[in-house]
């Protein structure tokens, strides 16, 4: 071995460990009792109804959205899709206390649509609505980026034997497009999903910390933590088996999409 590739391998060994031990040190740092202790937490079983249950209504908003906004991204001239692309992927780049902060001065009582909101009888910061807002924002780029990018890879005669055979613009999207860049809408909208699930910046400061109201799997880790370390262990272990989880089925799709 060259005493480059031995560096490389040095320093690409090094980076694993650090990515890696965390996780193992999560693993070992609480024993089966202490497991069940902190499921029967009073804070688990309705931080994580309410996780799953925003998570979700945000996934299907994103997906119902998102997914025709991608196919314009990815058939439309470039010089309008460069633009609204670098719109949707901001919020990738942005902190989440600096997204939580914007949607408090935006949808906030005295924001920029906070007046309107009130006369319309709607409040929506520190509600379930803002957590799913918040989700939807942080995360709808991950689908849409992922989304669009399938739809770019579909072969363009497709499309043109369908509307040959007499299906109309939108029956070329919805029977051919869709289902072909189906694989890499799934992968989307997994990780559209994980990121709504591990959400904190955001949904703390813009729909806050309420017990059984906004208090999610990430504010409830951040709360177990002034209480019981024990507890938020527990926690984050739940989070990271659902993280692992969607990683496996992330790798099996795209094994599924490249073929044996």
Do not use: H, K
């Not at 499921?39 to 931080?47: D, V």
């Not at 040959?164 to 919805?174: D, V």
């Amino acid at each position: 071995m060259t005493p480059g590739r031995l560096a490389g391998g040095i320093a690409g060994g090094a980076l694993v460990a650090v990515l890696a031990l965390p996780v193992i040190a999560l693993a070992l740092s609480t024993t089966p009792d202490a497991i069940a202790a902190g499921l029967a937490s009073p804070l688990f079983g309705p931080a994580l109804a309410l996780s799953l249950r925003t998570t979700l209504v945000s996934l299907g908003i994103i997906v119902l959205c998102g997914t025709p906004l991608a196919w314009w991204l990815a058939t439309t001239p470039r010089r309008w899709g460069r633009a609204v692309e670098v719109v949707v992927e901001l919020p990738i780049v942005m902190p989440p206390a600096v997204i939580g902060v914007a949607l408090l001065y935006a949808f906030g009582r005295r924001g920029l649509f906070g007046p309107a909101l009130s006369e319309a009888g709607i409040s929506l910061p520190f509600t379930e609505a803002a957590v799913v807002v918040a989700q939807v924002v942080v995360a709808a780029p991950f689908f849409v980026q992922a989304a669009a990018n399938a739809f770019r890879e579909i072969d363009p005669d497709l499309l043109v034997v369908a509307r040959t055979l007499g299906a109309s613009p939108a029956g070329a999207f919805m029977r051919v497009a869709v289902p072909v860049a189906m694989p890499g809408l799934a992968v989307g909208a997994s990780l559209a999903w994980a990121r709504a699930l591990g959400e904190f910046g955001a949904t703390l400061l813009f729909a806050g910390n309420l017990g059984g109201r906004t208090r999610t799997m990430p504010l409830a880790i951040f709360t177990a933590l002034e209480r019981d370390v024990r507890v938020a262990l527990v926690f984050a272990l739940v989070l990271a088996a659902v993280a692992a989880a969607l990683l496996l089925g992330l790798r099996l799709l795209g094994r599924r999409r490249v073929g044996p």
